[in-house]
């Protein structure tokens, strides 16, 4: 049997990959699935503009994994009969002033230097595109390969179709202690109850670390990186926005159904998930500065979540092995900002490793016993 902690994006959707392989797995859960940094993010699938230098190693594990979302979804729609929401309009980046201008040049020139397909706006082109935008606008970059998906959408589909497929969900069930045995895991403890398991993979987000019974030496490097989030509501028959439109100190993402989600803060504040007044304020402000007719719309939620972060800010991936290796163990964690966009390809890398006890080459940079020093 396969046990899987945690059931965020990244778990659930190496359970359904898994569960359609004729796997009996098990997905635990501490409280409603997907409902933590997966339910609390944006969906955005920006590997183009979020690439920032010294993450080049990273770089083309982010565009594989946006290579894969379009058939993903498709997929677990077909799986799942329920919508996703993947949208391809692309991403719109935009400067205020001279100073957005020169960074938002640096950051063009750096991107195109690693032959991304980003094309350079004046003010007038980047408000063709987008209408409202404030009338300062003095420059853009269009990125037309980072899309979107409604994240919570997602979520609900993985969850009809993993357990369509067999998978076990076993939400509201806090694992307790992972249990290990002369270098091999037995199982877990959850609640009262022992189960046996083969295989158990790590996919705990933000809490990886902390699981009672992880022997020391193994425990991944994961933290909490908080992030404020807001949406408004727009009307559907005239939304502002059409892209995702990133500005000074700001992003926006426009849905379907009249959401605009506004994010969102970068925050070390252990598991303090508590709204703060600046942070709305702030998150208002720079939004209104860049979409000025958010104004006079409806507040809809406001809500944080936790990123789970690893030391290297890098995914954390594949079996314990090395000096204290666990037989096994598997790590699925510490996706940071990318656990939507890197899903598809972190549920393929981890099954095809748990069925066939081989880890691809290309993910080796991204390997537990990286800290191992």
């Known amino acids: 049997m396969i046990a899987i902690v945690g059931g965020g994006i990244c778990g659930l959707a190496i359970g359904w990959y898994l569960a359609r392989a004729g796997q009996q797995v098990s997905v635990f859960e501490r409280g409603e699935a997907g409902h933590e940094a997966s339910w609390a993010a944006a969906g955005m699938l920006a590997a183009q503009v979020e690439a920032e230098k010294g993450e080049e190693g990273l770089l083309p594990l982010l565009l594989e ?9 498709r997929d677990l729609a077909t799986a799942s009969g329920l919508p996703v929401d993947y949208r391809d309009e692309g991403t719109l980046v935009v400067a205020l002033d001279r100073d957005d201008a020169e960074s938002l040049r640096f950051d063009y020139d750096y991107h195109r230097s690693l032959g991304l397909d980003m094309e350079w706006l004046t003010g007038e082109q980047a408000q063709e595109k987008e209408p409202h935008l404030a009338p300062g606008v003095v420059a853009g970059v269009y990125s037309p390969l980072d899309h979107q998906v409604d994240n ?10 993993f357990t369509a497929a067999g998978g076990t969900l076993c939400e509201h069930r806090e694992v307790s202690e992972i ?9 877990l403890v959850a609640g009262d109850e022992e189960i046996q398991a083969d295989t158990v993979i790590i996919a705990a987000g933000a809490w990886s670390r902390n699981l009672p019974g992880l022997p020391d030496p193994v425990r991944p490097p ?6 404020q989030m807001l949406s408004l509501r727009m009307p559907p028959d005239a939304p502002l926005l059409s892209h995702v439109v990133w500005g000074p100190g700001t992003y926006m993402v426009p849905r379907r ?15 303090d998930q508590r709204m703060t007044a600046g942070g709305v304020l702030d998150m208002l402000r720079h ?7 958010i104004y006079d719309l ?6 944080a979540g936790l990123r789970p972060t690893s030391r290297d800010d890098a995914p954390i991936l594949g079996p314990v092995t090395g000096d204290h290796g666990v037989a096994g163990l598997v790590m699925a964690t510490g996706h940071h900002r990318a656990g939507i ?3 598809p390809v972190t549920a393929k890398a981890i099954s095809d490793y748990v069925l066939s006890g081989r880890m691809d080459d290309a993910f080796a940079p991204f390997a537990p016993d990286r800290f191992a020093a």
């Open 298 to 303: 409806p507040l809809e939620e406001v809500w």
């Open 222 to 227: 994961v933290r909490p990186v908080k992030g």
């Open 152 to 161: 919570r959408q997602a979520m609900l589909a993985l969850k009809a179709a």
């Open 179 to 187: 249990l290990v045995s002369q270098g091999a895991v037995k199982g």
């Open 65 to 73: 994994g946006r290579a894969m979302w379009e058939e993903f979804a």
């Open 257 to 271: 159904d009249g959401l605009l989600i506004i994010g969102g803060t970068m925050e070390e504040m252990e598991f």
């Open 287 to 293: 939004a209104w500065e860049t979409l000025p007719g």
């Open 341 to 343: 966009l890197l899903a």
